[in-house]
Each structure stands twice: as structure tokens, then as C-alpha cells.
């Protein structure tokens, strides 16, 4: 039997990024709901930041790895994240979830 892919964003309320990557998530999953497990979590306070060694709103963990592959931090915080590339496209997504 194969196991799923977990697939988890990371975020809190008012993160001007979170609903874009939110939406190109979802989109970018539609039809693989068989293979793929998928969670959103809310980080809402420092404490919930140290637990999830949260790098900033919204991340995107594939198996639990980084989408860009950034280290946890040393000191997590609630904080918005930068993506070098800008927020993760529905096409850049899919090729990490479901390679061809």
C-alpha cells in the first residue's frame, strides 16, 4: 500500500501571501485527493511558532520538507515569509507533489 503525500501550509490570519498560496495549493492538488493528505495549520502565537518551528507565513511543507528547502530556524517567530521566486506557482507545486 503507498503512503500519502503530506502536504501542509503554514500560516496565520492577516498574511497578505497566505490566501494566494492556499489557493494555488488547492488548485495544484485537485484530483490527486487519493494520494495526498493535506492540512492547514494556524500559527497564531510564539508558542505554536516554537512547535512547528514555523519560518515564517505561509510556508508550504512537502513531507514535511521545506518548498525551498529553508533550515528551521533557530529562533521561530511570527513572521511573513519571503520566497525568492515569489509565492509558489499551481505548476511549480504540482512538480514537487507529482513528478512527471
Known amino acids: 500500500m503507498n503512503k500519502k503525500i503530506s502536504v501542509e501550509i503554514q500560516h496565520f490570519e492577516g498574511c497578505p501571501n497566505g490566501p494566494k498560496l492556499i489557493s494555488n495549493v488547492k488548485s495544484a492538488l485537485a484530483g490527486s485527493e487519493n494520494i495526498v493528505e ?23 511543507l ?17 513572521s511573513c515569509r519571503f520566497y525568492v521566486n515569489g509565492i509558489p506557482s499551481v505548476q511549480d507545486i504540482k512538480q514537487k507533489i507529482i513528478p512527471v
Open 38 to 60: 493535506y492540512n492547514e495549520i494556524l500559527v497564531e502565537t510564539d508558542e505554536l511558532a516554537m512547535k512547528y518551528r514555523f519560518r515564517g507565513s505561509p510556508t508550504l
Open 62 to 78: 512537502i513531507n514535511g520538507e521545506d518548498f525551498e528547502g529553508l533550515a528551521e530556524p533557530e529562533k521561530p517567530s511570527l
